[in-house]
């Protein structure tokens, strides 16, 4: 789940057209750092795909979206690229990257992410 909460960080004067206009890449995003959490165990090649495949949904999607989330566009292509590169280093790094990204990448673009329950 996710919302929009600082006016001030948009670059829009509405925080719904925000909202609205991020909502396909954070639906993705969400999607894709709940996989990461349910797949660390499994080793760095089957996390390495989680984001092959990830990338070429970001790369269609991106043809779509509005100017105004092009730098959050940057910020989860980081994120993915960071994934990458330390997938071998094992779930709790992982974990540490989806955390980093939740509370300190996501934040400076106005966004909330929050952790869905299990169950």
Same mark, same amino acid.
Request: glycine share 6%; aromatic share 6%; hydrophobic share 40%.
């Given at each position: 789940?996710?919302?929009? %909460? &600082? &006016?001030?960080?948009?670059?829009?004067?509405?925080?719904? %057209? %925000?909202e609205e206009a991020i909502a396909p890449l954070m639906d993705l995003l969400s999607s894709f750092r709940d996989q990461i959490k349910e797949r660390a165990g499994e080793?760095?090649?089957?996390?390495?795909?989680?984001?092959?495949?990830?990338?070429?949904?970001?790369?269609?999607?991106?043809?779509?979206?509005?100017?105004?989330?092009?730098?959050?566009?940057?910020?989860?292509?980081?994120?993915?690229?960071?994934?990458?590169?330390?997938?071998?280093?094992?779930?709790?790094?992982?974990?540490?990257?989806?955390?980093?990204?939740? &509370?300190?990448?996501?934040?400076?673009?106005?966004?909330?992410?929050? &952790?869905?329950?299990?169950?």
């Amino acid at each position: 789940m996710f919302g929009v %909460y &600082d &006016d001030d960080v948009v670059p829009t004067s509405s925080s719904s %057209y %925000y909202e609205e206009a991020i909502a396909p890449l954070m639906d993705l995003l969400s999607s894709f750092r709940d996989q990461i959490k349910e797949r660390a165990g499994e080793g760095a090649a089957a996390i390495v795909q989680l984001c092959s495949n990830f990338d070429g949904l970001v790369v269609s999607l991106s043809k779509v979206l509005k100017p105004e989330v092009l730098p959050l566009l940057e910020t989860v292509n980081k994120f993915n690229t960071q994934v990458k590169e330390k997938a071998s280093l094992g779930p709790k790094e992982l974990f540490k990257l989806c955390d980093e990204l939740r &509370d300190e990448e996501l934040p400076n673009h106005g966004v909330v992410l929050e &952790d869905r329950a299990k169950g």
